[in-house]
């Protein structure tokens, strides 16, 4: 049963755009999630993090929205760089309470130049 | 660099076979997890180690057994081993126990069985 996911397997973005990577959940009891972004060959790097308490958190370009009664988070990247091109991982847990990652099947971006 | 390593970097064996997996967390991580990629899939968590006590488990099969040794190193063995075995293993580690704790992820090991 997958409690965390990411419907859009692919997104192809201009540079200089925006990106909007989704993702949804099914256990309200999660309370923190994270990105995640991947490169091949490489394990995932942390890129930004949201507690349930905020509904958005910022990171230079990169901004986690989070929509708790739908269940629901975004990663906006403004502007979109050729080096974004990855692919990212949104992942939750429910904090205190359990000590497990969920993540979603990840998204993969292409930025064109 | 993460500063997680993971040996090996890959690994071929046969069906029936058993295997270990090694990782080394970042220096004062006291923390390791074990996560596994099949294809087209997300990461699955399998187990947590904290201070090389097991802290929490996800789907791991009866098959595979991992542990936490006193210098904070962490083996993951896979026995009996089956073609849908065949992934990525990564390993993270993180400060403290908890999981608002970041991780940090190593390179993983490519296991393919044959």
């Known amino acids: 049963d997958q409690q965390v996911k990411q419907n859009s397997p692919s997104l192809s973005v201009q540079e200089g755009r925006i990106s909007i990577l989704n993702c949804d959940y099914t256990?309200?009891?999660?309370?923190?999630f994270l990105w995640y972004k991947k490169y091949p060959a490489e394990g995932p790097t942390f890129l930004i993090s949201?507690?349930?308490?905020?509904d958005k958190n910022e990171d230079g370009r990169f901004t986690v929205f989070l929509n708790k009664s739908a269940k629901h988070l975004s990663l906006h990247i403004v502007p979109s760089q050729p080096g974004d091109s990855a692919v990212y991982f949104c992942?939750?847990?429910?904090?205190?309470?359990?000590?497990?990652?969920?993540f979603g099947t990840g998204t993969s971006l292409t930025v064109i130049p | 660099d993460s500063g997680v390593t993971q040996t090996p970097k890959h690994l071929i064996t046969a069906t029936g076979q058993r295997v270990t997996l090694r990782c080394s967390p970042r220096?004062?991580?006291?923390?390791v997890y074990w996560y596994q990629q099949s294809l087209d899939q997300g990461l699955q968590f399998l187990i947590q180690y904290y201070n090389g006590e097991e802290r929490a488990k996800g789907n791991i099969l009866e098959r595979f057994s991992a542990q936490q040794f006193p210098d904070l190193h962490s083996e993951l063995n896979l026995s009996s081993l089956e073609l849908g075995d065949s992934a990525l293993y990564f390993c993270a580690s993180s400060k403290g126990r908890l999981s608002s704790y970041e991780q940090y992820f190593g390179p993983g090991t490519r296991l393919t069985v044959t």
């Open positions: 949201i507690s349930s308490i905020k």
């Open positions: 256990n309200s009891m999660f309370d923190y």
């Open positions: 992942a939750a847990s429910a904090g205190d309470t359990g000590n497990q990652f969920y």
């Open positions: 220096s004062g991580d006291l923390s």
